[in-house]
T-cell receptor, first 111, second 113 residues
């Protein structure tokens, strides 16, 4: 079983739609959680951190459910520019102080 | 954006030759990482460093070595390149470790023929 699992998609949605991605992680001792965005042939960039209380940044809302070990990302009012791959990322309680990446969920927003 | 640069940006090399990729940062961050990204596998950690001359292996370290003689530079060497090492290589930096997230370089696209 992969440490961080995501549905690879693609999710094809029209502009203005609301779309949600989920991610599950296997290490219950994980400490920090993030969503990264990666555009085609570019480096991953931090979109937002994910907190237990949930957090919102404009049209983006992230939620963490520690009991069920899943993380979600909700995008409201999708824009064409939201088209990208969204990576679910977990920082484990490991000596190497490393991030573990999910395989990514591809989102395509259509006019 | 954080000052992190990778060189070269693109490279084509022949099987069996050694190759060195460079990651240079101007942020004085303690932690540096090398990842490779392949279709179907996502980002996988090759090696990482938690200080000058302090390095350790990641999950896919076979065939790779690293060195960090200065805070700002982290070198990744493919000792004898193979076609399976054709990939996109990303360097990342972090000031205080993974719990605070990373900043990535723009990547090196390596093709081994």
């Amino acid at each position: 079983r992969k440490e961080v699992e995501q549905d690879p998609g693609p999710f094809n949605v029209p502009e203005g739609a609301t779309v949600a991605f989920n991610c599950t992680y296997s290490n219950s001792a994980s400490q920090s959680f993030f969503w990264y965005r990666q555009d085609c042939r570019k480096e991953p960039k931090l979109l937002m951190s994910v907190y237990s209380s949930g957090n919102e940044d404009g049209r983006f809302t992230a939620q963490l459910n520690r009991a069920s070990q899943y993380i979600s990302l909700l995008i409201r009012d999708s824009k064409l520019s939201d088209s990208a791959t969204y990576l679910c990322v977990v920082a484990g309680n490991n000596a190497g102080n490393m991030l573990t990446f999910g395989g990514g969920t591809r989102l395509m927003v259509k006019p | 954006d954080a000052g992190i640069t990778q060189s070269p940006r693109h490279k084509v090399t022949e099987t069996g030759t050694p190759v060195t990729l460079r990651c240079h940062q101007t942020e004085n961050h303690r932690y540096m990482y090398w990842y490779r990204q392949d279709p179907g596998h996502g980002l996988r950690l090759i090696h990482y460093s938690y200080g000058v001359k302090d390095t350790d292996k990641g999950e896919v370290s076979d065939g790779y070595s690293v060195s960090r003689s200065k805070t700002e530079d982290f070198l990744l060497t493919l000792e004898s390149a193979t076609s399976s090492q054709t990939s996109v290589y990303f360097c990342a930096i972090s000031e205080r470790g993974a719990v605070y997230g990373y900043t990535f370089g723009s990547g090196t696209r390596l093709t081994v023929v």
